[in-house]
């Protein structure tokens, strides 16, 4: 069984890189944000705004790869031309391939829910660079803590990847959480934390771009930490940081970590000096398609569900999958009064599963009022005129199939007895709600 969306690997992002440029989607508004990167002057804070499951994953480290490449390619050295051969099989023929660097970057990914049981955002950032650079901690950063630093730290070889220093070096991996506990001062930590980026910029490249990501999934105690460590300790005029965030979200967290009183959004607006916006797909297909004839009101809802809920990329992707998988079940149809109370009422909780915990609770309690909801959508109230009773007549059809429905609805999920269902011409078998459980997946 394959998973609904990609992993945002290397090699899929290459891949990604290559294949959209066919697809026109991403590959131009890239080459728009990294001309932009070419016009800033000193130190940035930037945040790239997107909801959940929209792509900014993919978005920022085809960002990253983008400056890997064209860094190689304008500064390139005898050591990182099999590295360049490697990449340009993917850009050849592209729009990224146009770019023209007139800086050299080091771009450097840090996924901060990967780390946020880490007791210092800043140690674990710094690893990450400096594992990304393959810089030599030399001795002269440390002076007297050297010997101390020694039992501290192991030294691990790394490929040095696209850029050389030249050497048997290695780099040292940090395995104490506070490695500056000695150092009261934070000046002091400023200074030690500007003097590694000295030797990682002045030797490496001319701008560091440091790419944030998923902080909005991170315990709310470590992703504030995370931005006052960063605004305090990194504000340095050859760094520009990129921090994509769904900022509702963590406007949300913030709140609810200092109370609601607070000016959450104040607050994290004073952490970015520019906010950016992803741009939305232009070519993304939010329709589900029918495979199986006798499928058209499952399908019909199950379209439905994605526009009212508005439904991010990756969700969309992933309730996609699901409902696709259903289409090969006969007992989805058309032609039974069973099988249209299947295709409205499963697709309905898998969504709710998705979107809203609570709703889908009440929703199995028999409790909910989301058939009303769907009497209100445009195919809701089709696939409602189709179930009323033929003897209704044409004015009351929508308000008679929505009354049917409701009587399964409680028939199935409430205390409705089946005389009620028999009372309006409905078959349905109690076993029918052990069907939409299990193709919903909760048996």
Known sequence: MKRATLEATDENILQSIKEQEQNGTRNTEIKDFIEALELIEGNMFISLDARWGEGKTFYVRQIEKTLEYQTMKNFSTDD??????????????????????????????????????????????????????????????????????????????????????????????????????????????????????????????QKLVIFIDELDRCKPSYALEMLERIKHYFDDDRIIFIVSVNKEQLIHTISNYYGNGFDS??????????????????????????????????????????????????????????????????????????????????????????????????????????LEIVKMLPEGQYLYKRFASSECGENNELEDGCKRFKVAYKFLFGDAEISELTAIGLNISRSCKEKILSYCGQM
């Open 265 to 370: 959004t104040g607050y994290l607006n004073k952490f970015f000096d520019l906010e950016a916006h992803l741009p939305e797909l232009q070519t993304f297909d939010t329709e589900i398609y029918q495979n199986n004839k006798n499928q058209y009101f499952f399908i019909s809802i199950s379209n439905m569900l994605v526009r009212y809920f508005k439904l991010s990329r990756r969700d969309f992707l992933i309730y996609r999958d699901k409902i696709n998988k259903l289409q090969n079940c006969n007992a989805l149809n058309d032609n039974s009064s069973e099988g249209i109370c299947i295709s409205l009422f499963v697709p309905i909780i898998i969504i709710l599963d998705m979107k809203n915990m609570e709703e889908k609770r009440k929703f199995l309690d028999g409790n909910s009022k989301f």
């Open 80 to 205: 990182t031309q099999d590295e360049l051969d490697k990449m340009k099989l993917y850009f050849t023929g592209t729009t990224l391939e146009e770019i023209d660097l007139k800086h050299s970057y080091l771009p450097v990914y840090y996924n901060a829910w990967l780390y946020d049981n880490h007791g210092d955002p800043l140690m674990s950032l710094l690893y990450v660079i400096v594992k990304k650079c393959g810089i030599w901690i030399d001795s002269k950063l440390t002076k007297d803590k050297t010997e101390k630093l020694k039992d501290l730290i192991k030294s691990v070889q790394v490929s040095l990847g696209m850029f050389s220093i030249g050497g048997d070096k290695v780099i040292d991996s940090f395995i104490e959480k506070d490695i500056f506990k000695d150092i009261q001062l934070a000046e002091d930590i400023r200074q030690k934390v500007k003097e590694i980026f000295n030797e990682i910029i002045e030797e490496q490249t």
